[in-house]
């Protein structure tokens, strides 16, 4: 098991920026895909980023795509959620993920969750 912790979060406005942080604690976090998920209140957590334990593969969903940037540091057993141009409709909990091997885009492929971190854009 991986222990991980969020942070970053926070209130800004429409059209600010964020950067949420996942610090990983407990087993080599290079050897795992880290995702990143998000939560709407009454909805369900859905897929935002994903990458590879190398970095070398990243896959967005689409309503993230060319506004949010996934990293990693192996090094410092952290990852990155670099989020621009924020919307109204970005706010949720957001939750970053681990799992060993390759990474995946559904809730249910991932054991170790962090607690969340609150992220509201204001109109």
């Known amino acids: 098991q991986v222990q991980l912790a969020e942070s970053g979060g926070g209130l800004v406005q429409a059209g600010g920026s964020l950067r949420l942080s996942c610090a990983a604690s407990?087993?080599?976090?290079?050897?795992?895909?880290m995702g990143w998920f998000r939560q709407a209140p009454g909805k369900e957590r859905e897929f935002v980023a994903v990458i590879s334990w190398s970095g070398g593969n990243i896959y967005y969903a689409d309503s993230v795509k060319g506004r949010f940037t996934i990293s990693r540091d192996n090094a410092k057993n952290t990852g990155y959620l670099q989020m621009n141009s924020l919307k109204p409709e970005d706010t949720a909990v957001y939750y970053c993920a681990a799992k060993p091997g390759g990474g995946a885009t559904e809730v249910r492929r991932y054991d170790n969750w962090g607690q969340g971190t609150q992220v509201t854009v204001s109109s």
């Open positions: 407990g087993r080599t976090f290079s050897n795992y895909a």
